[in-house]
Nanobody, 128 residues
Framework: QVQLVESGGGLVQAGGSLSVSCAAS????????MGWFRQAPGKEREFVAS????????SYTDSVKGRFTISKDNAKNTVYLQMNSLKPEDTAIYYC?????????????????????WGNGTLVTVSS
């Protein structure tokens, strides 16, 4: 089993930056792809970004391209999401997710269906 714990959320003004982290523990060797999803109040959960755990293939949803960067440190079993030029519409709970079979950017991973591992989320609030 794998446990995912997010950290780094908080309150930031529009135009500012924030970084969130996801620390994985347990049987991480089986992970294929890691990523971030978010859920804003009253909205469905949506895909944000993903990265191949043993490689470097990244994928982003269109609304964050050029502003967000996903990265990882395999030695620390940690995935990061650097968020720049934040907008009020980026306000959401950000969830870390991991899957053992879906490729980064694949439709399966983007839909978040059948994901093997989920974190509990960290709240990011962007004020206008």
């Amino acid at each position: 089993q794998v446990q995912l714990v997010e950290s780094g959320g908080g309150l930031v003004q529009a135009g500012g930056s924030l970084s969130v982290s996801c620390a994985a523990s347990g049987r991480t060797f089986g992970i294929y792809t890691m990523g971030w999803f978010r859920q804003a109040p009253g909205k469905e959960r949506e895909f944000v970004a993903s990265i191949t755990w043993r490689g470097s293939r990244t994928s982003y949803t269109d609304s964050v391209k050029g502003r967000f960067t996903i990265s990882k440190d395999n030695a620390k079993n940690t995935v990061y999401l650097q968020m720049n030029s934040l907008k009020p519409e980026d306000t959401a709970i950000y969830y870390c997710a991991g899957d053992r079979s879906s490729a980064s950017g694949s439709s399966n991973f983007r839909r978040g269906i059948g994901m093997d591992y989920w974190g509990n989320g960290t709240l990011v609030t962007v004020s206008s």
